[in-house]
């Protein structure tokens, strides 16, 4: 889903960066959540690291890639995750105005 929240709406807790200073009043919010196998909460703070992964056939590459993105855009990842029951992942960007020239 796709909805604007306020800077102050945004959870602090488990939000990557873990240093993310809001930068604007307004961001867009994109919701992604899945019912898979879920994240165990002591990797919760390593997902983002390059090459990390809990499966075999995992590179580690995709979410560092993502939130490469998402920094470059001054925004911030937040992750709720309960191992077994699935993630709901939001990325949060700055809603760009248009100026007029």
Do not use: H
Not at 6 to 19: G, H, M, R, T
Not at 31 to 55: R, Y
Not at 66 to 75: E, F, P, S
């Amino acid at each position: 889903s796709l909805k604007t929240v306020l800077a102050n709406e945004i959870p602090q807790k488990y939000s990557f960066p873990v240093d993310w200073i809001p930068d604007c009043n307004e961001y867009v919010c994109l919701q992604i959540e899945d019912f898979g196998c879920g994240i165990e909460e002591q990797n919760l703070e390593k997902i983002f690291d390059p090459f990390f992964s809990t499966k075999a056939a995992g590179r580690g590459l995709d979410l560092p890639v993502v939130m490469g993105i998402v920094k470059a855009n001054n925004g911030v990842i937040t992750v709720n995750s309960k191992y077994g029951q699935g993630s709901t992942f939001r990325f949060f960007v700055p809603v760009a105005v248009k100026q007029n020239s």
